[in-house]
């Protein structure tokens, strides 16, 4: 660890590199949602879905010769998105974005996943955050060393935004628009980055240590993105699937909102009509990441 050398580092920028086409896709959505914001409902939906199903939306990862047209690849991602569905607390997301948007915008986390194309996305929704009102301040929690290959360091998140900035804005106007506006975020405190061993270990996240929970206790709300983290915030434990995630995740800091895409054979939250439609169409349903979950919780004042 102390040579600070990531073995990963030229894989993550070369999955970059081949995102280019998703990103400039994405692009107008984010730099519209500035120039012409949409409602708090609208847009808070978009990007939580963007987010989300990053992966599915990166075309680099499509069979080659099955890119057809971006713009039709994103529409069925989003307009498809909430069929998939197995829970979708939303409504309670969106009430706790209106308290922080009327409070002048509060503190919000993300606690990321990986880099790459999917950290783009999360860099998209973190962007609305920001230009809404809900955020003053978007903190990303990220890994201090890489233990898999797409591993999120605070390196990688700079190293992405300044690739993108970079970027001939006449080649890549969307990828250089947004890598400059995301450098301006960067460099006016507007988004913070926080380094921790924690996030790459393998306890449950209610062992988190107490510096960590300090941090998140002063946040309005914590996303946590991806299939790892959402096994590690039910202590990678079988629960019932339809265990209410209110139990499981009370322990929580702050109000949680888990982005997860089902890759592994354990969850909870998800009514059994939901898991039996699921499972009626789609025999891999727990494993393939066809197949989402959004799911919140509000912080549970001490008694």
Not at 62 to 86: C, I, T
Not at 139 to 165: C, G, I, N, W
Request: proline share 6%; charged share 20%; with cysteine.
């Amino acid at each position: 660890f102390n040579s600070q050398l990531d073995p990963f580092a030229a894989q993550k920028l070369k999955g970059l590199e081949s995102a280019y086409k998703s990103i400039e896709g994405l692009a107008p959505k984010v730099l519209g949602a500035v120039s012409d914001p949409p409602s708090l409902e609208t847009g808070l939906r978009l990007f939580t879905l963007v987010s989300l199903w990053g992966n599915r939306m990166d075309l680099s990862l499509w069979p080659a010769g099955s890119e057809g047209n971006v713009v039709d690849a994103f529409a069925e991602v989003l307009e498809n998105g909430g069929k998939n569905l197995l829970a979708d607390d939303f409504a309670e997301l969106l009430a706790c974005a209106e308290d922080a948007k009327a409070a002048g915008g509060r503190r919000v986390d993300i606690i990321v996943d990986n880099a790459g194309f999917e950290l783009v996305t999360d860099l998209c929704l973190a962007d609305y955050l920001v230009s809404s009102g809900v955020a003053s301040e978007v903190v990303f929690q990220l890994k201090a060393h890489p233990t898999f290959v797409s591993d999120a360091m605070e390196r990688d998140l700079q190293l992405h935004v300044k690739y993108m900035a970079d970027l001939d804005p006449g080649a890549f106007p969307g990828c250089a628009a947004l890598g400059q506006r995301w450098q301006g975020l960067v460099d006016s405190g507007a988004w913070k980055m926080h380094e921790d061993f924690f996030w790459v270990q393998p306890s449950a996240f209610w062992e988190m240590p107490p510096h960590l929970v300090d941090g998140l206790t002063g946040a309005a709300l914590a996303f946590t993105k991806g299939d790892a983290n959402y096994r590690r915030l039910l202590g990678d434990r079988p629960w019932a699937l339809d265990c209410p995630f209110q139990e499981v995740v009370s322990y929580f800091p702050t109000t949680i909102c888990a982005l997860r895409t089902l890759k592994a054979e354990l969850g909870c939250g998800m009514s059994k009509d939901m898991t039996q439609r699921a499972a009626s169409e789609d025999d891999q349903w727990m494993v393939n990441g066809k197949y989402g979950v959004i799911q919140v919780t509000p912080a549970v004042s001490p008694p």
